[in-house]
């Protein structure tokens, strides 16, 4: 009898084994997963347009399925006959999630490693991927029909505002409506697939925006009392989706001052005409210790800069898209200014540029970079026609606020690209801001760098030790919270390769205070960490 129950397992086991084994392949104990389905969005191999696989599975790495269709009382009587070897658990997890598969979903997308494509498609049911040499260059995971000198990339600044501030009344509600997710909200218009899917660059690839999210003291002694109001209002809402499009957000600052310019006793918000170094940190501290955001692209509000500024940012943050070259607006002296900016000496190409210390309009020794952006579509027709004569790329912005007509002005500079595209057979991609700095330096670097923080003990107390994973732009931003609520910047000492000592006031121990830090490397790519006591 024994013998014959022996035989019945045996039989069971064997049929259970050629289950798994039709099913999937076992190599070294592990079953690799079985593809339900796989989707193409670029329809198979196309190297120029971008496309995004999905495949469907029914294995799920973290998945932990339990002991369902064969139970423990199950393998303790399997175990029970003399001469036979107790299954494992994980042998009878791997029978389980077959007999009880989960759906996982996986998306790919073709990626660009400098000239080389990775093509991801589909092989019946299978997700494959083959590598392809782009002859023309590869840009946002496409080959490039034309040369890159031969090529025009296109920037959308957003200035992301709030409607119809009043420059005559300190303390003001904010109207933050245009953020809504309803079908009136401009931000939920640009964001819909609807919009995208029809604005399409010459690679396929739905249009980028680039969201310079507005500071301002305004903000921070209105009724909302919120200096980030519009990072309140846009990020919770709308990260995922800005994500979902590939757009980005970055920072942009008007430098505002509550005066009485002409002496009449009444006041108004104005255009503060020099560079405050301590307001602008204030915006930037609270963005890192609050909302863990550290920008790397800057346009000033009222395109407004100086040397001052200029010198300030070099410090700070890599790229620039403030330059409205050749315009100029003079300051006339009343109240109520706004508006006053000169950029008569900059570059007037859609090219960019390394400012210089001692004239933040002209060429010279510093490492960032300054692009030129225009409102309206008049960069189209200059970009692509600089793009032939002068044998390089073009890199056009239009810049536009996020109230208003935002989808008018987005398809009307969509179709100024496609008919000079058409017109001229040079393709157009869309970037971000971001992406166009990477571009014009050559730079191939996605990934941001990782911030190691750890507390020590130094010389006169206590440190923040900072680690980066890689070289930085420059030294890292550091702000903290003080004990007393106060935000600040803190001074950073340099401790060696890629690392930092911050010392911590010796007032601050047993109380509670945060320490954020930002960094961005010279790609433009962000990170930011904190320390909270």
Request: proline share 5%; aromatic share 12%; net charge negative.
């Amino acid at each position: 009898m024994k013998a014959f129950s022996k035989v019945l397992v045996a039989i069971a086991v064997i049929i259970i084994g050629g289950l798994l084994l039709y099913q999937s392949n076992i190599v070294g104990g592990d079953v690799y997963d079985t593809t339900v389905s796989c989707s193409d969005t670029d329809g198979g191999i196309d190297y120029y347009v971008t496309g995004i696989v999905t495949d469907v599975t029914t294995f799920c790495p973290s998945a932990q399925p339990s002991i369902g269709p064969i139970s423990q009382d199950q393998i303790s009587k399997m175990s029970s006959f003399e001469g036979f070897e107790r299954p494992t658990i994980s042998f009878i997890n791997r029978i389980n999630t077959r007999q009880n598969p989960q759906t996982c979903t996986y998306t790919y997308s073709d990626t660009c490693n400098g000239v080389i494509l990775t093509e991801y498609y589909c092989d019946g049911d299978n997700k494959v991927s083959t590598e392809y040499p782009c002859d023309n260059g590869c840009s946002n995971g496409a080959c490039l029909q034309t040369p890159l000198n031969h090529h025009v990339y296109a920037v959308i600044a957003i200035d992301t505002e709030t409607r119809a501030l009043q420059n005559n009344i300190y303390n003001q509600e904010l109207d933050l409506s245009q953020y809504e997710p309803v079908s009136t909200g401009a931000v939920y218009q640009a964001m819909q697939t609807t919009a995208r899917n029809t604005l399409l660059d010459s690679n396929g690839t739905p249009m980028k925006l680039t969201w310079y999210l507005m500071t301002a003291e305004p903000y921070c002694q209105s009724n909302n009392s919120d200096c980030l109001a519009v990072y309140d209002a846009m990020l919770p809402e709308w990260e995922d989706e800005a994500a979902m499009w590939g757009d980005e957000m970055q920072l942009h600052y008007h430098n505002y001052i509550w005066s009485d310019r002409d002496n009449d006793s009444v006041f108004y918000w104005n255009q503060r005409l020099v560079f405050d170094q301590p307001e602008f940190e204030k915006m930037l501290n609270m963005l890192l210790v609050e909302r863990k955001f550290f920008p790397s692209s800057y346009r000033g509000g009222w395109v407004w800069e100086d040397n001052d500024m200029s010198n300030y940012l070099e410090t700070v943050m890599p790229n620039d898209f403030s330059s409205l070259s050749p315009l100029v607006r003079v300051d006339d002296g009343e109240d109520a200014v706004g508006n006053i900016y000169d950029w008569s000496q900059a570059l007037q190409k859609w090219y960019y540029y390394h400012p210089s210390t001692d004239n933040y309009q002209l060429p010279g020794d510093q490492e960032r970079t300054m692009f030129r952006c225009k409102s309206g579509a008049s960069s189209v027709d200059e970009g692509f026609a600089q793009t032939v004569t002068e044998n390089q790329p073009a890199f056009v912005c239009t810049y536009m606020h996020n109230y208003g007509p935002i989808n008018n002005n987005l398809n009307a500079f969509h179709a100024a690209l496609e008919e000079k595209s058409l017109e001229t057979d040079i393709d157009f991609t869309y970037v971000t801001a971001t992406e166009a700095h990477k571009l014009a330096l050559g730079i191939i670097d996605d990934t941001s760098p990782e911030l190691t923080l750890t507390i020590e003990t130094g010389e006169i107390g206590k440190e923040l030790h900072i680690v980066s994973s890689e070289e930085l732009f420059k030294d890292p931003y550091v702000a903290a919270k003080t004990p007393d609520g106060e935000y600040i910047r803190m001074e950073v000492q340099n401790a060696g390769s890629n690392a930092w000592n911050v010392v911590i006031p010796v007032s601050w121990e047993g109380q509670p205070y945060t320490i954020a830090v930002g960094a961005s490397d010279y790609a433009g790519n962000t990170a930011a960490a904190s320390y909270t006591s």
